[in-house]
Every structure is written in C-alpha cells, then in structure tokens.
C-alpha cells in the first residue's frame, strides 16, 4: 500500500510561484511512476504533469508546460511540483498519484492518490 500526503499549497499573487511536496510512505518512491493533477471548482480533475519511475520521462499538460517542473528526490521519497509564472486559471486543488505502470496523463493510469494541496492564484 502507497501513502501520499501533498502539501505547500496555498494563496499566491499571480506571477508568483509554488513548490507542492508530495511525501510518499508504504513503498519506496523510485518504484513508481508519479503524476500531479489538479481539480477546480465545478471541473473535472485535469493532467498536469507526470514521471516516470526512473526520472527519464517527464511530460506535461499544455496549459503548464514552460511553468511548471516535476521532479523526484528518491532518496526522501518525494516528487516535487515548482509551479512559476502562475496565474488566476490554475487555482485548483492539486492532487499528487502514484502507480507501479509506465508514468501516463490519464486519471485512470494511477492506482494511488493523495488528498490534495489547496492552491490560490489571486488576480
């Protein structure tokens, strides 16, 4: 069993950044491929970005590519979301999933799920 616990949202100015943590517990993190998505209000849970397991293979929705980052630190088990440049439009609650397959773009592709980061762009 996974754990995923996100944090280091919160309310930003736009044009300001974030940096979303999420800690994994259960099994070691460099065993799975890790993905971020995002839900706001009234929306469905939108793709954000994903890795894979080995850190090769990175990819990103089009509405953050260019702004936001992922990255992994295997040792402390935990991937990381540097979101730059924000903007009003990506206020949302961040999720962060997990899944022993290849790293995907689809909700469907992971297994695991925390329970979400808060983030608030404010114009």
């Known amino acids: 069993q996974v754990q995923l616990v996100e944090s280091g949202g919160g309310l930003v100015q736009a044009g300001g950044s974030l940096r979303l943590s999420c800690a994994v517990s259960g099994r070691t993190a460099s065993n799975y491929a890790m993905g971020w998505f995002r839900q706001a209000p009234g929306k469905e849970r939108e793709f954000g970005a994903a890795m894979s397991w080995t850190g090769g293979i990175t990819f990103y929705a089009d509405s953050v590519k260019g702004r936001f980052t992922i990255s992994r630190d295997n040792a402390k088990n935990a991937v990381y979301l540097q979101m730059n440049s924000l903007k009003p439009e990506d206020t949302a609650v961040y999720y962060c999933?997990?899944?022993?397959?290849?790293?995907?773009?689809?909700?469907?592709?992971?297994?695991?799920w925390g329970q979400g980061t808060q983030v608030t762009v404010s114009s």
């Open positions: 999933a997990a899944d022993a397959g290849p790293a995907s773009r689809w909700r469907s592709g992971y297994h695991y």
